[in-house]
Each structure stands twice: as structure tokens, then as C-alpha cells.
């Protein structure tokens, strides 16, 4: 006599708490984690191959940005949602390098990403957002840093020329 097992799946959405940084990056089948305790910040950040879009969510009183970066050579579209925090990406290839100075004083923006192995810096000089991205190809990891207590950004590119 056979005996049939059912197994109930339960998917729970995570608790998340002050400060947790949740970094999932997909380059050649390796992970990166990225942690932090810098307070009052929860970012979701999940990027993912093959041609399709990724998602940056940053939960934070102060911040709330969605990051939808494109394929192809194509800019990356940045939506801001407060006055607090003008962000301008713009993503090129054939390692050209990019730059943006947003013209608000409380917030300045440069933002150089190049391919062919080079480290991409993000560098923001916000009192609510100081932001060190620095991005590499070739199946590197991806290293950020941080010395802000207010924002955390984690951003990754994958490789062959796309973006995430």
C-alpha cells in the first residue's frame, strides 16, 4: 500500500529590520552579499540576467527610488520621488565614461561606469547621501561603501555589455 505525502508550502514575506541590506547579484552563477548597518534603511536590491529588467527598492523616510536599468546600450531610467534626492544614471558602453552633476547644492552626482574590467565610482556628496559604487566586470564582485547614516546604495552591472 502506497502512502502519498502532500507538503504544504508556506512562503512567508521577510520581516525586515532597521538597517538590513539585502544585495542578490546573478553574475557567471556567483552571489554577492552586501550588508550594512546604517540606520533607518532597508534596501531590496535584485538583479538578474538575461535581458530583463532589474528592480532597486529603497525604503526609507527620506528615500524612495525605483531604478529600472535597460539593456542594449540604452540609458538607464532613474525616477526620483522626493525633492530631498535628485539621482541621474546614465549608463554607457565600449567603456565610455559618464558623468552627471545634478544641479542642486544639497546634492552632487558623478557617476562613471565603464566596462572592459574597469571599477565604475558613484560618488554622491549628500548630507542624507553619500553613496561609494564601485563596479566591476569580468566576474569580479562588486565592492560599495558607505560612511553615511542616512542612505545605502548597492548597485551592480553584469557582464557582456549588460546592464542591471
Known sequence: ???VWRVKTTYRLPTWKPATV?????LEGKDNSITTSVPSTI??????LE?????????LSLLNVVDALSLEGKDNIVHELIP??????????EGKDNSCDPADSKNHVVDALSLEGKNNHLLGLHLLSLV???LSLEGKDNDSAVSNCAAYVVDALSLEGKDN
Open 1 to 3: 500500500m502506497l502512502s
Open 22 to 26: 539585502v544585495d542578490a547579484l546573478s
Open 43 to 48: 534596501v531590496v536590491d535584485a538583479l538578474s
Open 51 to 59: 535581458g530583463k529588467d532589474n528592480g532597486i527598492l529603497l525604503s
Open 84 to 93: 530631498e534626492l535628485e539621482v541621474v544614471d546614465a549608463l554607457s558602453l
Open 132 to 134: 561609494v559604487d564601485a
